[in-house]
T-cell receptor
Framework: DTAVSQTPKYLVTQMGNDKSIKCEQN?????MYWYKQDSKKFLKIMFS???????INETVPNRFSPKSPDKAHLNLHINSLELGDSAVYFC??????????FGDGTRLSIL | GENVEQHPSTLSVQEGDSAVIKCTYS??????FPWYKQELGKRPQLIID?????GEKKDQRIAVTLNKTAKHFSLHITETQPEDSAVYFC???????????FGKGTKLSVKP
């Protein structure tokens, strides 16, 4: 029973396309996150979101936008995909103690 | 904002030896310091964490130490095994007031 699940696991698409990655957590956590892990394995926070506040990392281009239909879901929409967007994107969730539980990642490849 | 530096970037040890990974942080308000292990192609998984009211924490072969005055914390793995080979990330946050900021990772290789 996966705690944090992301779909799809792999996403291959053309430059300029718009795509979405879905994330769901069944842990009852209040906060969800999106991270980007590039080819050098650097893990960078993109967004954190709970039902009160969206915190955006200022280095994230506005082509990236999180959408949360409810507390258990945080989807990532990406417009006008660029080559530099190729990376593994991880969703995570946490409760107040900040122990974060990660999903299995979505490997995005831009052709 | 918070900045976390992690060293070394790569570490190779013989099976049975100890491994130490060190991190420094810049924000004196940070109070939560987790360590994550990421095996190739897999997700990061929490292996141990420490909060600022504690100086040291141990879990079997893994220990973490924290020096708040110097703003650094370290991961110690004793009696290393080949299955300890992975990338290890340290992180720091202000708890409920901030996000986790990760170090750049240490690739640990344990040679049999």
């Amino acid at each position: 029973d996966t705690a944090v699940s992301q779909t799809p696991k792999y996403l291959v698409t053309q430059m300029g396309n718009d795509k979405s990655i879905k994330c769901e957590q069944n842990l009852g956590h209040d906060t969800m996150y999106w991270y980007k892990q590039d080819s050098k394995k650097f893990l960078k926070i993109m967004f954190s979101y709970n039902n009160k506040e969206l915190i955006i990392n200022e280095t994230v281009p506005n082509r990236f936008s999180p959408k949360s239909p409810d507390k258990a879901h945080l989807n990532l929409h990406i417009n006008s995909l660029e080559l530099g967007d190729s990376a593994v994107y991880f969703c995570a969730s946490s409760q107040d103690d900040k122990t974060q539980h990660f999903g299995d990642g979505t490997r995005l490849s831009i052709l | 904002g918070e900045n976390v530096e992690q060293h070394p970037s790569t570490l190779s040890v013989q099976e049975g030896d100890s491994a130490v990974i060190k991190c420094t942080y810049s924000d004196s308000a940070s109070n939560y310091f987790p360590w994550y292990k990421q095996e190739l192609g897999k997700r990061p998984q929490l292996i141990i964490d420490i909060r600022s009211n504690v100086g040291e924490k141990k879990d079997q072969r893994i220990a973490v130490t924290l020096n708040k005055t110097a703003k650094h914390f370290s991961l110690h793995i004793t009696e290393t095994q080949p299955e300890d080979s992975a990338v290890y990330f340290c992180a720091a946050s202000r708890g409920s007031q901030g996000n986790l900021i990760f170090g750049k990772g240490t690739k640990l290789s344990v040679k049999p």
